[in-house]
């Protein structure tokens, strides 16, 4: 290949852009590189890393003409763990990104022109505001226990004795865990061997209830010396449960399907506008609960609801969503493929008094179909709020057979969004409006809300 730069070249090069991972963009002599931790605007020296056909990687060296919107970050390790992306980059850049991100997402991969697009909700303090965490647990080469988060690009631990996204309670968590592995010299987990015993440590906070739960997730059945630990962990204010939870497998899922509680409650509590919830260390459960509830209450506005309609919530998890709607409407339906999810759903709707949410376990486009076929019902509006890959197929299809007057489709892709809005419109639904909601500050992620009507024909895409 004849490229204008060369691999383990230096080159000065003008930053013109960011990319969907949240690296800065630019060009020498027309050759795309991708740069972690550089800015648009700035002039930086890079080392080039890697060479492709058109486009390359570099490693940023010095910047030699910083962004406006550049700032230090607040956390030592932040160019070297891959849980924050953009922590160098101030907050209100942080939200300029994030929206146009969605909107370039809906009108490249959606190939939707003219859809309204709302100012993106952010936060008052972009820091501390996660009430779970999924720390993973490991040895450097000297032997030495290492909990923290995975560098980026990599399994490899970055040991993080404090994460300025977790709530503080975690740092003592941490490094009370962190002490009784070592006293007992109890194994940590290696992903190449398999060998070893604990995985991970996972933390869920109750926001509102103050409740808190430890699990220590193992590669085994017991944890020795649990008892001590248990003991330790009653000490820290708050902590009202402890779990084991047992992956055997060889596997990046963090959780296996069983648990046993060691002490205290087997779920926490906690409450979204107004309405309780039991949380278990395998329930979803939105990690920032004070955007949540804006994140829901939007959902609520855009929905312009009446109070007569039947709605359906599909990837209804624990129910979340549901409750927050049956305050506001003749009856919820909520759909789950996770069985536990909806025994769940069903504690928390009698739990909080809630008798015109039902719930069902299984898959949402076998589920509405049947119930289409075999009894008639279909729905006036219908939520979704999938898993990172977008709605299945199938499910979009059967949207275009019931045909709902309005679709609030809750995202934390706008990609897979985007992809899902375009086949939704081709089935004659218009977009009206995106809202872009700041979940994860000083990441790249944001959820994004959409509603859609259904116009009774398919409408052209000026587009």
Same mark, same amino acid.
């Given at each position: 290949?004849?490229?204008?730069?060369?691999?383990?070249?230096?080159?000065?090069?003008?930053?013109?852009?960011?990319?969907?991972?949240?690296?800065?963009?630019?060009?020498?002599?027309?050759?795309?590189?991708?740069? *972690?931790?550089?800015?648009?605007?700035?002039?930086?020296?890079?080392?080039?890393?890697?060479?492709?056909?058109?486009?390359?990687?570099?490693?940023?060296?010095?910047?030699?003409?910083?962004?406006p919107e550049r700032v230090e970050?607040?956390?030592?390790?932040?160019?070297?763990?891959?849980?924050?992306?953009?922590?160098?980059?101030?907050?209100?850049?942080?939200?300029?990104?994030?929206?146009?991100?969605?909107?370039?997402?809906?009108?490249?991969?959606?190939?939707?022109?003219?859809?309204?697009?709302?100012?993106?909700?952010?936060?008052?303090?972009?820091?501390?505001?996660?009430?779970?965490?999924?720390?993973?647990?490991?040895?450097?080469?000297?032997?030495?226990?290492?909990?923290?988060?995975?560098?980026?690009?990599?399994?490899?631990?970055?040991?993080?004795?404090?994460?300025?996204?977790?709530?503080?309670?975690?740092?003592?968590?941490?490094?009370?865990?962190?002490?009784?592995?070592?006293?007992?010299?109890?194994?940590?987990?290696?992903?190449?061997?398999?060998?070893?015993?604990?995985?991970?440590?996972?933390?869920?906070?109750?926001?509102?209830?103050?409740?808190?739960?430890?699990?220590?997730?193992?590669?085994?059945?017991?944890?020795?010396?649990?008892?001590?630990?248990?003991?330790?962990?009653?000490?820290?204010?708050?902590?009202?449960?402890?779990?084991? +939870?047992?992956?055997?497998?060889?596997? +990046?899922?963090?959780?296996?399907?069983?648990?046993?509680?060691?002490?205290?409650?087997?779920?926490?509590?906690?409450?979204?506008?107004?309405?309780?919830?039991?949380?278990?260390?395998?329930?979803?459960?939105?990690?920032?609960?004070?955007?949540?509830?804006?994140?829901?209450?939007?959902?609520?506005?855009?929905?312009?609801?009446?109070?007569?309609?039947?709605?359906?919530?599909?990837?209804?998890?624990?129910?979340?969503?549901?409750?927050?709607?049956?305050?506001?409407?003749?009856?919820?339906?909520?759909v789950e493929i996770v069985e536990?999810?909806?025994? *769940?759903?069903?504690?928390?709707?009698?739990?909080?008094?809630?008798?015109?949410?039902?719930?069902?376990?299984?898959?949402?486009?076998?589920?509405?179909?049947?119930?289409?076929?075999?009894?008639?019902?279909?729905?006036?509006?219908?939520?979704?709020?999938?898993?990172?890959?977008?709605?299945?197929?199938?499910?979009?299809?059967?949207?275009?057979?019931?045909?709902?007057?309005?679709?609030?489709?809750?995202?934390?892709?706008?990609?897979?969004?985007?992809? *899902?809005?375009?086949?939704?419109t081709e089935m004659g639904f218009?977009?009206?409006?995106?809202?872009?909601? *700041?979940?994860?500050?000083?990441?790249?992620?944001?959820?994004?809300?959409?509603?859609?009507?259904?116009?009774?024909?398919?409408?052209?895409?000026?587009?």
């Amino acid at each position: 290949m004849n490229l204008p730069i060369e691999k383990n070249g230096i080159y000065e090069m003008r930053i013109d852009g960011m990319g969907s991972n949240g690296e800065g963009i630019g060009r020498i002599d027309g050759y795309a590189v991708f740069v *972690d931790g550089a800015l648009p605007e700035e002039l930086v020296k890079v080392l080039i890393l890697k060479t492709r056909k058109s486009f390359g990687f570099g490693k940023l060296l010095e910047v030699l003409e910083p962004s406006p919107e550049r700032v230090e970050p607040v956390c030592p390790v932040a160019r070297q763990c891959g849980g924050c992306q953009l922590q160098h980059l101030s907050y209100k850049g942080q939200l300029a990104y994030k929206e146009d991100k969605v909107n370039e997402d809906i009108a490249r991969i959606g190939g939707l022109q003219g859809v309204k697009s709302l100012p993106i909700i952010g936060v008052e303090h972009p820091y501390r505001y996660r009430n779970k965490a999924q720390f993973p647990v490991g040895c450097n080469k000297d032997g030495q226990v290492q909990i923290g988060f995975y560098a980026k690009r990599s399994h490899r631990i970055i040991d993080t004795p404090v994460c300025m996204l977790q709530n503080e309670i975690n740092d003592n968590i941490i490094q009370l865990v962190k002490e009784f592995l070592e006293e007992f010299k109890i194994t940590t987990y290696n992903e190449i061997t398999h060998k070893g015993l604990v995985r991970h440590i996972l933390t869920r906070i109750g926001k509102h209830s103050g409740e808190i739960m430890v699990c220590i997730v193992i590669n085994g059945k017991k944890l020795p010396k649990c008892e001590i630990l248990v003991e330790r962990l009653q000490q820290v204010e708050g902590v009202v449960s402890v779990v084991l +939870n047992e992956n055997h497998e060889d596997t +990046n899922v963090i959780l296996g399907q069983k648990c046993t509680t060691l002490w205290g409650k087997d779920t926490i509590t906690d409450t979204l506008g107004g309405i309780e919830f039991e949380i278990s260390p395998l329930s979803f459960y939105q990690v920032n609960p004070l955007q949540t509830e804006v994140l829901y209450r939007r959902a609520l506005e855009m929905a312009n609801l009446k109070g007569d309609e039947r709605v359906f919530d599909l990837y209804c998890g624990i129910g979340t969503i549901s409750l927050f709607f049956a305050q506001h409407v003749k009856e919820v339906f909520g759909v789950e493929i996770v069985e536990e999810a909806i025994v *769940d759903a069903e504690k928390n709707a009698e739990r909080n008094g809630i008798g015109n949410a039902t719930f069902e376990a299984g898959a949402a486009e076998e589920v509405i179909p049947r119930l289409y076929r075999e009894k008639g019902i279909t729905a006036d509006v219908v939520v979704v709020d999938p898993p990172r890959k977008g709605c299945d197929q199938q499910l979009l299809d059967v949207l275009g057979q019931i045909k709902p007057e309005k679709i609030v489709y809750i995202s934390c892709n706008p990609a897979t969004l985007a992809r *899902d809005m375009k086949i939704l419109t081709e089935m004659g639904f218009v977009a009206e409006e995106v809202q872009a909601v *700041d979940m994860f500050p000083n990441t790249i992620h944001v959820e994004a809300i959409t509603m859609m009507t259904y116009c009774g024909k398919t409408p052209k895409n000026d587009g």
